[in-house]
């Protein structure tokens, strides 16, 4: 009996994504306190796989990146910066002000190029962000 296309899409995409969260784990703490709650580290290094998953897509496909960043990365990129606040206000900071960019690249329907580069750079940043907070990820595939 042969499955729907859209069933194999979807069983697909679950193998994918099963895949990337095996592939690269966290190492570190557990848990981060983020504004008086436990956050688990591995909810964390999903958000830095996101935006790593949105600069690869970036270049040959801005929207798909751009939906990839605020559908899985956005919040979470809020998430990471709030606990940084207790921690380094800097790199707060500079984490806001990278997604900034993302946000602005999106909005304004930026050359891939330009969103590629700002999502690697934003990637760095939340990567630094997160060491800063006690959870190690792996760099981006893409860099």
Do not use: W
């Not at 895949?19 to 964390?44: D, I």
């Not at 897509?57 to 207790?86: C, E, N, V, Y």
């Not at 984490?95 to 330009?114: C, F, M, R, S």
């Not at 750079?121 to 962000?129: D, E, I, K, N, Q």
């Amino acid at each position: 009996m042969r499955a729907a296309p859209a069933t194999l899409l979807l069983t697909l995409a679950a193998i994918a994504s099963a895949a990337v969260a095996c592939s690269t784990g966290t190492t570190g703490r557990e848990t981060v306190e983020v504004g008086g709650q436990s956050v688990p580290a591995s909810q964390l290094a999903g958000i830095d796989r996101a935006v790593c998953q949105a600069a690869a897509q970036a270049s040959g496909d801005p929207a798909a990146a751009g939906h990839t960043f605020l559908g899985q990365a956005h919040d979470g990129i809020h998430l990471i910066a709030r606990g940084l606040q207790a921690v380094d206000r800097k790199a707060s900071a500079d984490l806001l002000v990278a997604k900034y960019a993302v946000e602005a690249d999106i909005t304004d329907k930026a050359p891939g190029a330009k969103l590629a580069g700002d999502l690697v750079r934003l990637a760095a940043t939340t990567r630094s962000g997160l060491d800063r907070l006690g959870v190690s990820v792996g760099s981006c595939p893409t860099n």
